[in-house]
């Protein structure tokens, strides 16, 4: 098994890195967590969020040897606009989400799901739902971590050399954020008490490497990223 991680951008305001992984199994299949920004803001100087050609989720799969056809499965942390951008870009792929979110994201009428909509609900796509934690594959665990959004998960994958690995979306984002008491609670996350409590759970797990979604210290340095590998 290898876990191969990919910058797809950046949040233009801030720089913040918007990011994808890619979980290759023993047996050939290959699950995709996240998909990134929108493929028409790929070199839109004007666009909220800066990706320049050849960094988008495709050319980073593309790197890989790897077309949209050869991704078997998509996992979204959750549905805001920087993590599931791509997502209309797989419809081969069975999509997973928890049962909680894709409820908020398709009833809740939030900007945040609304205004990319037409990229994860498009006509086709395939949506397997979970309640709570779910072993995906022998090695890769979804692990409910609520509160930035409802029934925001993250993923937990088992590798052979590395160790657990913890790819924590949006509930544990950025390093400064691992302490449950004091971390920063942000505009964009919808339930305070649910945040801290999905950040003790995750921080409870043991895993030898976060991976935290928006780091930019950890994404510019602090990472091996594809076509490096970690297994």
Not at 8 to 20: H, K, L, M, Q
Request: with cysteine.
């Amino acid at each position: 098994m290898r876990l191969y991680l990919f910058r797809t951008g950046a949040v233009r305001d801030n720089g913040v890195p918007i990011t994808s992984a890619l979980i290759r199994t023993d047996d050939g299949t290959n699950v995709l967590v996240d998909t990134g920004a929108p493929a028409e803001m790929t070199g839109d100087p004007e666009a909220p969020f800066a990706v320049a050609p050849g960094e988008d989720v495709l050319a980073r799969l593309r790197s890989l040897g790897l077309a949209p056809d050869d991704v078997h499965i998509v996992v979204n942390t959750h549905l805001d606009p920087d993590h599931c951008g791509h997502n209309d870009a797989f419809p081969g792929a069975r999509f997973v989400v928890q049962k909680a979110h894709l409820e908020a994201a398709r009833t809740s009428g939030q900007l945040r799901y609304e205004w990319q909509r037409a990229h994860w609900d498009a006509p086709g796509l395939r949506y397997d739902t979970v309640d709570g934690d779910h072993e995906l594959l022998p090695g890769v665990e979804l692990v409910a971590s609520p509160g930035h959004a409802p029934g925001h998960q993250s993923v937990l994958v088992r590798l052979p050399c590395t160790g657990p690995v913890l790819i924590a979306g949006d509930a544990i984002a950025a390093a400064d954020q691992t302490d449950p008491d004091t971390r920063f609670v942000g505009m964009f996350d919808d339930d305070e008490p649910a945040v801290r409590a999905s950040t003790r759970r995750l921080m409870s797990l043991g895993a030898a490497l976060i991976v935290h979604a928006h780091d930019t210290g950890q994404w510019h340095g602090g990472l091996r990223l594809a076509p490096e590998y970690y297994d």
